[in-house]
Structures are given as C-alpha cells and as structure tokens.
C-alpha cells in the first residue's frame, strides 16, 4: 500500500512539475498557446478522473468500508467522501438544500 501512495505522489508531482513548466514560458504567445491547449483538455479529463475516484469510492462503500476510513485512505474529509459517492461535485456555497436526507448515519461517521 505505501508503495501505490508514493508512486501516485510521483506521478501527481510529474504533472504540477509540467504545469510549473508551462508558466515558466518565456515566450507570452507561445505561452498562451499552450495554456490554452491545455485548458482544452482540462475538464474532460477532470471529470474522467472524478469519475475513476468516485468508482474507487463507490466499490469501498459497497464493501463497507466507512467514510472516515476512505477518507484517511484517499487523502480527503469524510464529508468530501459523502459528497463523492452522492454524486455531488459542485461548490460548498452551492450546495442544495439537504431536506431530510440523514447524513453520515449509515456507518457511524458523526463528523467528529
């Protein structure tokens, strides 16, 4: 388990060296050019990792696994994980009325 958090650390430190690569530029045109390449690609590809992260959610929930442990394990807040495996991605001021949804009761998550 170590092992696939540092290699997924790597990789996650290969794609802001990338990014820390494009805004170090000097040409502003090229610059441009590219960023705007990139932010093309952003979100599908955004939500196509959203979407791999909520399955891993979604099959640990479905074995039981409580949400502050997918939480600890995935780096993210317990009410993150709540959020990922309701489908919910947008902002917090955003957010829906919850109505009489019973929160965090399933798996003995009180949010302490």
Do not use: C, H
């Not at 170590?2 to 820390?20: C, H, K, T």
């Not at 399955?55 to 997918?70: A, M, N, S």
């Amino acid at each position: 388990m170590a092992d696939e958090q540092v290699g997924g650390e790597e990789e996650v430190r290969r794609v802001f060296d990338a990014l820390d690569a494009l805004e170090a530029m000097e040409d502003p045109k090229a610059r441009a050019r590219a960023i705007s390449a990139f932010l093309r690609e952003q979100q599908p590809r955004l939500r196509k990792l959203s979407a791999l992260r909520r399955d891993y959610v979604l099959g640990e929930r479905r074995q039981k696994v409580t949400r502050k442990k997918i939480a600890d394990d995935i780096g993210v807040s317990p009410s993150t994980v709540q959020d990922i495996e309701q489908g919910y991605t947008g902002s917090g001021r955003n957010r829906p009325p919850t109505g009489n949804e019973k929160r965090g009761s399933d798996d003995g998550d009180d949010g302490k």
